[in-house]
């Protein structure tokens, strides 16, 4: 059986990593792989028909920017929210955008939560700031069921393609404070 062909992001190098060959690479990274700048890669969001009913959704493809040069870059993503909707793919990339992104900290999710001090832009910006080491844990799966829903309604608000970019939500902690007897 032939090994997965995957890519993945490195926040440190700035670099998007192929565990397969790509010809014309030339850059390679610590593992061997083929490598290129996270700053040479972009995003379009498509919308494909995924039946023979006509079923629709839609996807961020991502890829470098010289795709006819490197075509085997494009990846597809599967956003795993409503997919008949764009905008969970904007916020896909709107989040990755960010992860990549060295000169902020990480985005502040429960999924980066346990490594949030292994990164020490995140780490200092959380001392600084005085980030509750436990912030998401301390939640119920409601609350933050709540919050979510209560940024998606914002975010449903945002003109995505002609709006300035939204001030940001650093201090998260200062708008929702964790209710633990909630779990």
């Known amino acids: 059986m032939a090994p997965p062909k995957l890519a ?3 926040r440190q190098t700035g670099k998007v990593g192929y565990t397969f060959n790509i010809p014309g690479c030339d850059e390679r990274d610590e593992f061997g792989n083929c490598c290129f700048d996270w700053r040479d890669m972009k995003c379009v969001l498509v919308n494909e028909s995924t039946s023979q009913s ?38 896909f990339w709107e989040r990755l955008v960010r992860f990549m992104d060295k000169t902020k900290p990480l985005p502040d999710i429960p999924e980066y939560e346990g490594y949030r001090h292994l990164d020490s832009i995140t780490a200092k910006f959380d001392k600084h700031n005085n980030r509750p080491e436990v912030y998401w844990r301390d939640m119920s799966f409601a609350q ?7 940024l998606y309604a914002e975010v449903y608000k945002i003109d995505w393609y002609n709006d300035e970019p939204q001030p940001e939500i650093t201090k998260r902690w200062l708008r929702w404070t964790p209710e633990p007897e909630r779990k």
Request: charged content about 25%; proline content about 6%.
């Open 54 to 91: 006509g079923s629709r959704a839609f996807f961020p493809r991502l890829s470098h920017k010289d795709i006819d040069k490197y075509p085997q870059t494009k990846m597809t993503i599967v956003v795993t929210e409503l997919a008949q909707n764009p905008i969970y793919c904007l916020l």
């Open 8 to 10: 993945y992001f490195d």
């Open 144 to 150: 933050q069921t709540e919050i979510y829903d209560e």
